[in-house]
């Protein structure tokens, strides 16, 4: 099964503006050559492995694959790939696996977050059902699992604790923080679970399964973490826009269905009058929407938010972390690879140009 030229996720440089920001100069243009076409085959890797003999998961396994996406994981990989010695299939066979992870815990968030649109189009399990999107994603960590395999015990090992991380996360999340935990400092540490852990693995994958040196995989994990953390960062941003052009989603999802994001943990410290008001109707609102009102009625109060103090705030942490994703590169050696990894680190921060 060989995709078209325009299969989803195809060009992802370009989508992203990594073409401008973090392919940039001449020197660039080998190496952004080079990771595009180590895309494309991730991309026939992809449309391969998601397809199922059985018509229905065929068709719940490619839906959000369809639908679109970054390809930020596997672009990481071929990018680290080339601090050893290039892209090759168990390079091509991690990043594929890796993606496919992402894939497999997006159904499961939009089922525990009660998300009815995801990248443009109705979450899956508004399509067929909670018990068939959970286990679709159930489907792709398996097919994950067997991708993985295929490059011995170090991969098995890579996606196992990565997957433990993911759940961690996820549970962590489902929780909330106990009386004694820091909210900030508690979902910061989801933030890692969840979504910098991921992007480590792929950084690091990038390196290993090139046979790349052991202290160029130790500095991707802190770099893919400490990036992962700052492009959630400015995701939870992202989901205030009032564009559902730009996210994909209605604007504030996650706030509405009482998913805690970082403006709003950063609005709780304040104490002045006007922040504590707010505070208080978004979570009036959310309770309301819980039992049953009209998601609309936020609409108001999560604009104020948008314009707050809490928000800019979030920005600034974000770029925090860029920062201290940039420093993580010390190890690697000059050149047009750890320039390329600085500005992705730079880009996840700031994604307004």
Do not use: C
Not at 140 to 150: G, H, I, V
């Amino acid at each position: 099964m060989t995709p078209s030229p325009s299969a989803p996720g195809s060009h992802v440089a370009s989508r992203l503006g990594l073409t401008e920001r973090v392919f940039a100069g001449a020197k660039s243009r080998k190496l952004l050559r080079t990771v595009e076409a180590g895309l494309q085959t991730v991309e026939e890797n992809l449309a391969v492995e998601l397809h199922v003999s059985d018509a229905l998961a065929d068709a719940t396994s490619r839906y959000l694959y369809e639908a679109g996406g970054k390809r930020v994981r596997p672009m990481l990989a071929m990018l680290t790939a080339q601090l050893g010695e290039g892209i090759n299939r168990a390079v091509v066979d991690a990043a594929t696996a890796l993606e496919l992870t992402h894939l497999g815990s997006l159904y499961h968030d939009d089922v525990m977050d009660g998300a009815d649109v995801r990248r443009g189009v109705p979450s899956a399990q508004q399509v067929w059902g909670n018990n068939v999107a959970i286990l679709t994603g159930d489907l792709l960590f398996s097919r994950a699992s067997q991708l993985m395999a295929r490059n011995g015990e170090r991969a098995i090992q890579l996606q196992a604790d990565t997957f433990e991380r993911l759940v961690l996360g996820q549970m962590h999340e489902t929780v909330g923080p106990q009386p004694d935990d820091d909210p900030v400092a508690f979902y910061l540490q989801v933030l890692a679970d969840k979504t910098g852990s991921l992007i480590a693995t792929a950084a690091q994958a990038g390196v290993i399964f090139s046979h790349g040196p052991e202290e160029y995989a130790e500095a991707m994990v802190v770099f893919g973490e400490k990036a992962g953390v700052a492009f959630q960062l400015l995701d939870d941003v992202i989901d205030l826009s009032a564009d559902p052009d730009e996210t994909g989603k209605v604007p504030g999802t996650d706030l509405r269905a009482g998913v805690p994001t970082m403006p709003y943990l950063l609005l709780g410290e304040r104490t002045d009058a006007a922040s504590v008001d707010l505070r208080a109707r978004i979570d009036s609102g959310v309770a309301r929407i819980a039992d049953g009102a009209d998601p609309a009625l936020l609409d108001d109060a999560l604009a104020e938010l948008r314009e707050h103090e809490a928000t800019s705030g979030t920005l600034d942490l974000a770029a925090r972390w860029s920062n201290d994703a940039i420093a993580a590169l010390a190890p690697l050696p000059d050149g047009a690879v750890r320039d390329a990894l600085t500005r992705f680190a730079r880009a996840v921060a700031d994604r307004s140009s």
